[in-house]
């Protein structure tokens, strides 16, 4: 399975950006699809996951009610859309795939990974 990020950019504060995440290959390898973020000297954070069946993880307070992720399965697509973006969501974003998830904000449970896209938030 390879996946292939992109829409990552700069933008100002307050405003929004709309990432995705192709997945090709073996996609029948892969259940569910979620991201996470990542800037220098810090773990890999968990941002969203959503299920093949559409089922989101509950998202982490910091992106709470700014961002949403969907999916079309029909084009092995995940999407993010961020809006009123802060500057502290600067970072690198990788999608990230698994047949099988317990715990979507574990970075370990994933086996597949994109190369990231960068987002750069300025105030």
């Known amino acids: 399975v390879q996946l292939q990020a992109s829409g990552g950019g700069l933008v100002q504060a307050g405003g929004s950006l709309r990432l995705s995440c192709a997945a090709s290959?073996?996609?029948?390898?892969?259940?569910?699809m979620g991201w996470f973020r990542q800037t220098p000297g810090k773990e890999r954070e968990f941002v969203a996951a959503?299920?093949?069946?559409?089922?989101?993880?509950n998202y982490p307070d910091s992106v709470k009610g700014r961002f949403t992720v969907s999916r079309d399965n029909a084009e092995n697509t995940v999407n993010l859309q961020m809006s009123s973006l802060k500057a502290e969501d600067t970072a690198i974003y990788y999608c990230a795939a698994n047949l099988w998830v317990r715990d979507f904000a574990d970075a370990r449970a994933y086996a597949y990974w994109g190369q990231g896209t960068q987002v750069t938030v300025s105030s």
């Open positions: 290959g073996r996609t029948g390898n892969i259940s569910v």
């Open positions: 959503i299920t093949r069946s559409g089922t989101t993880a």
